[in-house]
């Protein structure tokens, strides 16, 4: 799966992916409306709404990214009926043939971390039987377990050859509290890179490893300091745009070659007709909108990695 | 929410919580075979298969203990159907004046973790209407994105009256490998547990806060130590039974007066048909033999509490 992950971004020329984390006052009041009046103001009926929101906005990016990332939260907050929606804008990322990265931030003991990778990127056993569940291929994985909690992971990813980005250095404002602790000579999160690269260094793809890492866009000279860290390690960079990161700060959580890293925007892309820059297309024309700030945000990112 | 929970255990005089963390492979064939032919061997099969043993497990269990701890993992492995049977489970132990400890370990940054709280404990705008989702009582939590990771936990379980374990020095044998770190002269849990106690100071029930630790019971020097550390933080102990804690090894985690920690046991419990000491109430009375392992295991605690 990071083989076509790289294929699909040398072909889109697109290192980016869109992260679909619909909060309900995203999304346009024609389409809460609709999905309102069939299932009124009920957990189905947000589900509905969401869904309705999240079709459009594929329809009109697919062709553009390599990659989505829809936050699983965003639909667990509206329980079994958020799910379905999950489950529906995974099957039908995978129609438009999207690769889809669960950003699910899972990790648990052992035997539990399991029915997560299986939950998530594998196939559980039913009878005779194995039927997968949700069936992301990628998905985000929390290390504060430590490695029996990530073994699991890389068990599912090696059958299915499927991915995961575990998390070393995450966007938020606080994440420095535990993660920019010092060990000795070294940053809790280097630590953490570094258990990363030799995770990965027995799930490679043809250049880059099955198991990448999530460092924020918002933290760009820790970005310099782990891709050398993990050299093999595709970095997922959450925190552009809306967070605050920009393309110019990205450049080194890239590889010579503009290959090594993703970076994903959300709200920057999902909710572009509520900024002013798209205010144009209105709210009716949202997806429109958010194909201009795609191609902005493209543009942006690959204007940076030519002028470094 | 704690202080139902510390009059529950005085209640029960059992501080002990059961974890509903179905595998399949613990389902027995009676079960299985039934669902099966209703369903076939699909998710949806197995889904109400462990629906069916969960019912039959709190039946025979709900009045002997004061809360019950679903491991969401063991249910979303089977996608949208598992998190139905999640769902089922929750709110019959509702019916049944069960405590529910959502054991989700879900943590991400501030809108993120906004989102997993209203999921598992608070309740979701739609429209004009605000509705509970999971709906459990207390939740665990991932602490690795520091404090804006949390703080929209404690913003909904100061207005929901709900609370939280959140990770601190987990049960699994490599949580030691960044937990265990030396930040300066302390170590990571240590430091985890120190801000646990500050989160939780304002957020205080009559004698303990709501919010409360997971500590395991393979780690009890840690657990003596963190008992000082977190003096008004109830801790929430995994690892007795199958995992290799013991009552004696246990002691430690409580107050003088015995309160102060609650032990979960998962396997243990809802297995008991499997172990030799109950094979011979067979797989048919499955609930009978939790039963009787539950009562040996709050013997097995309040007797090492009485014998300090």
Redesign the interface.
Known sequence: MINKLVEKIKQTKAPIVVGL?P??SYVPEHI?KKA?AEYG???K??AEAIWLYNRELIDHIHDLIPAVKP?I??Y?????E???TF?KTVDYCHEKNLIVIGDV??????S??A??A???LGK??????K?P??NEDFATV????????ITPFLDVCKEEKKGLFI?VK??????????D????EKH?YE??GE?VAEWGSELMGDSYSYVGAVVGATYPEQGKLLRKVMPKSFILV?GYGAQGGKGEDLVHFFDEDGLGAIVNSSRGIITAYKNEAYASYGAEHFGEAARAAVLDMIADINGALERR
Chains 1, 2 share one sequence.
């Open positions: 984390d909060m309900l809460t309102y103001e009920t957990l009926g947000a936050q939260a965003m667990e907050q509206f329980g079994v958020g799910l379905i489950q931030k899972r990790g648990d003991i052992g539990t971390s029915a997560y299986t939950a998530h559980v056993q039913v009878g005779a039987k039927i569940a949700f929390n290390p504060y377990l430590g490695s029996d909690g998390l995450t966007s938020n404002p606080s994440s420095g509290e535990f993660q602790q010092m060990i000795g809790l630590m953490v258990r959450p």
